[in-house]
Nanobody, 121 residues
Framework: QVQLVESGGGLVQAGGSLRLSCAAS????????MGWYRQAPGKQRELVAS???????TYADSVKGRFGISRDNAKNTVTLQMTSLKPEDTGVYYC???????????????WGQGTQVTVSS
């Protein structure tokens, strides 16, 4: 029922900037956090950045000082502003949303379809 739709991926030269956006098709009840993951070929998926419902931000060490995450709770959107991009930032970026599950022990998890980010050298 809920879909996460990413936009903003593309090709950019090293040192450039890119903005990724993610929007939910409908309001998600009891969201605990929203974030972005990325995966390069042959590598494990890794957390890039996340933001909790209280506004606490977490960043991968490799992107600290270069990426910024923000969200608009009313609009059910989350944005990743990427600057000073490096070739190693290349990968498929996935939007992720977690919501509290009052029945089970774990959160509901929603994923976007992914958007390609390619940084040329």
């Amino acid at each position: 029922q809920v879909q996460l739709v990413e936009s903003g991926g593309g090709l950019v030269q090293a040192g450039g900037s890119l903005r990724l956006s993610c929007a939910a098709s409908r309001s998600i009840f009891a969201v605990t956090s929203m974030g972005w993951y990325r995966q390069a070929p042959g590598k494990q998926r890794e957390l890039v950045a996340s933001i909790t419902n209280g506004g606490m931000r977490t960043y991968a060490d490799s992107v600290k000082g270069r990426f910024g995450i923000s969200r608009d709770n009313a609009k059910n959107t989350v944005t990743l502003q990427m600057t000073s991009l490096k070739p190693e930032d290349t990968g498929v970026y996935y939007c992720n949303t977690r919501a509290r599950n009052s029945i089970g022990p774990t959160d509901y998890v929603y994923w976007g379809q992914g958007t390609q980010v390619t940084v040329s050298s």
